[in-house]
């Protein structure tokens, strides 16, 4: 216990380098290993070059999104000034907060390279992630707030989205048909691919 956290709402999400078996077992999906034996095309692709796999439980989304909305203020204004970034600009502006500011950054990293990267070098064959990510963080989409995420170019070489609320029970997605590609996760699935989608009804974080 001398390496147990005190200092969150919900410590367990930072035991994943010192107990990372239990972490395993409370926050990675119980389907993840069975699609480290599937082919590429085996993976649910709603459009080119988006794969969609089980990532984590739904203990995961609720602990992170409820860690988040137990910090007073924590999410940014969605304005495209942004003194969290070098630049102070951010060209795409979502309601979001950044991994940094929770010290989980480290944390997720570890699940980029444990589970995440693992899944990519299956889809997209010859490349090898560096296990690195500049900026991770939780987009909140709400009807009071932001609604949607504009059209936009990635520049990451791969992108991960994963859903942490129940699609059609806790939020309704609404593709937009104009833009492509359009990636839809479900619940506790991380898909590959960046998403131009509408969220129509009360609370979405991803």
Not at 8 to 19: A, C, E, G, K, R
Not at 50 to 73: D, R, Y
Not at 80 to 107: C, K, M, S, W
Not at 135 to 145: A, E, I, Q, W
Request: net charge negative; charged share 20%.
């Amino acid at each position: 216990m001398e390496n147990y956290t005190a200092l969150h709402t919900n410590n367990d999400l930072w035991q994943i380098f010192v107990n990372p078996t239990d972490w395993k077992l409370n926050y990675i999906h119980k389907d993840y290993s069975k699609f480290l034996e599937f082919k590429r095309y085996q993976f649910p692709s709603p459009c080119p070059d988006v794969f969609m796999f089980p990532l984590v439980t739904e203990k995961f989304a609720w602990h992170i999104v409820h860690e988040l909305e137990s910090i007073p203020n924590i999410f940014s204004s969605g304005q495209n000034q942004d003194t969290r970034l070098a630049g102070g600009y951010e060209n795409v502006p979502t309601v979001d907060v950044h991994f940094t500011q929770i010290n989980f950054q480290q944390e997720w990293l570890k699940v980029l390279k444990d589970y995440i990267a693992p899944m990519q070098r299956l889809v997209f064959e010859g490349y090898s992630s560096k296990n690195d990510a500049y900026l991770s963080f939780v987009v909140k989409y709400d009807m009071r707030g932001q609604r949607k995420l504009v059209p936009h170019h990635d520049a990451a070489t791969f992108t991960t989205n994963t859903a942490l609320n129940r699609v059609g029970i806790d939020f309704e997605v609404i593709p937009l048909p104009t833009f492509s590609p359009s990636s839809l996760s479900p619940p506790a699935r991380m898909a590959e691919g960046p998403p131009g989608l509408h969220h129509a009804r009360t609370t979405a974080s991803v």
